[in-house]
């Protein structure tokens, strides 16, 4: 079955509200969506929103990729032929993760509805549920209890607390929340390159009672040595971002001595489904667990994040909340959320109904 058309749009989708994070506020996201049409009428949706701080990439130039003669010229290709495909392209763009995304999203969808099977069973599903955390960004305690609350009362039993700006502020943040809540809430942690040693130091002693389920990329990507300073026990619960952007990054953290103990995997980040699988399977033979995360994302791609990591044995955690966060999307369905866990919507390709 042959490739009939590609087009790509985007999309400038506001968030519900709001949120600081350590270097900046954000109240909307551009997200770039590509569309694969197959010559039977199948089409198969891709969507990325890379974040230029992070990879180098804007949504701009991850929508002018996705318009280029490299596309155009997958017209009349065979979609049996989609992992091929995707390390042509790849070849063309290897700097750009969401311009893969996005192509690697839609050649997935397309080629699963093809088959007619979701995009997991292509890699054999091991997974079925998992609960996902939710995200309270950089505020005054008394705003993170209120946000705290609401997410409780909507079933959620896990928060992800952005810090990294001052953190005497953030122990007093994580203190009352676990005062609030006790065993009630897991509570999650990332400093989004916050911190330097000292502060590392000053907030693990402060919070050493409170068993943080996790502490994600505490300091600048680059000074991963600085964590081997740190006890085999806390760099255990320490999670690789920014630290890892491909498969070669993974291959370097996954040797001994291993500075994080979990992995963090963005689809905007590694290029989509095959990128992230890569990445995964190295961190299984190191025995390092993943942390499957996003960014302010379409159903579309939070959906295709979630298809990878049921087909990972080795998937502990899930921050997939990137949709939540939007007022507006191009699709509905993907997946179901009860009481703060995800499971696929079930379906051919991707389960995805658009708008």
Not at 283 to 306: H, M, P, Y
Not at 345 to 352: E, K, R, T, V
């Amino acid at each position: 079955m042959k490739i009939r058309s590609l087009r790509a749009w985007s999309a400038n989708l506001a968030l519900k509200k709001p949120y600081t994070i350590a270097h900046l506020v954000c109240s909307d996201v551009e997200n770039v969506f590509l569309e694969v049409e197959l010559d039977n009428g199948i089409t198969g949706l891709g969507a990325a929103n890379p974040a230029p701080e992070v990879v180098g990439e804007t949504p701009a130039q991850c929508l002018e990729n996705c318009r280029s003669g490299v596309f155009e010229r997958l017209q009349g290709r065979d979609i049996r032929q989609f992992r091929r495909l995707i390390e042509e392209v790849y070849t063309q763009f290897p700097g750009a993760p969401g311009t893969l995304a996005a192509l690697d999203i839609a050649l997935h969808d397309a080629y699963a509805q093809f088959a007619g099977v979701p995009v997991v069973a292509l890699y054999g599903q091991k997974i079925t549920s998992l609960p996902t955390s939710v995200t309270i960004g950089i505020m005054d305690a008394t705003g993170t209890l209120e946000e705290a609350e609401a997410f409780y009362r909507q079933g959620f039993r896990i928060l992800k607390i952005k810090t990294g700006m001052q953190v005497e502020e953030d122990i007093e943040r994580v203190l009352k929340l676990h005062e609030r809540f006790g065993r009630q809430m897991i509570l999650r942690v990332d400093a989004n390159q916050g911190y330097d040693p000292a502060a590392l130091t000053i907030f693990l002693s402060a919070t050493r009672r409170l068993n943080l389920e996790l502490i994600e990329q505490p300091l600048p990507a680059g000074l991963e040595k600085s964590l081997l300073e740190f006890d085999p026990g806390v760099r255990k619960i320490l999670v690789a971002d920014e630290s890892i952007l491909s498969a070669d990054s993974a291959r370097t953290l996954a040797t001994p001595p291993q500075p994080f103990g979990i992995f963090n995997i963005k689809l905007m980040k590694c290029g989509g489904i095959a990128g992230a699988l890569h990445i995964a399977e190295i961190a299984r033979q190191a025995k390092i667990d993943l942390f499957w995360g996003c960014n302010d994302e379409s159903i579309v791609s939070i959906t295709a994040a979630l298809h990878a990591a049921f087909a990972c044995s080795h998937t502990r955690y899930l921050d997939l909340d990137g949709s939540f966060d939007l007022a507006e999307d191009v699709v509905s369905g993907g997946f179901r959320l009860e009481n703060g866990c995800l499971s696929l919507a079930g379906g051919s390709g991707l389960g995805i109904r658009r708008l």
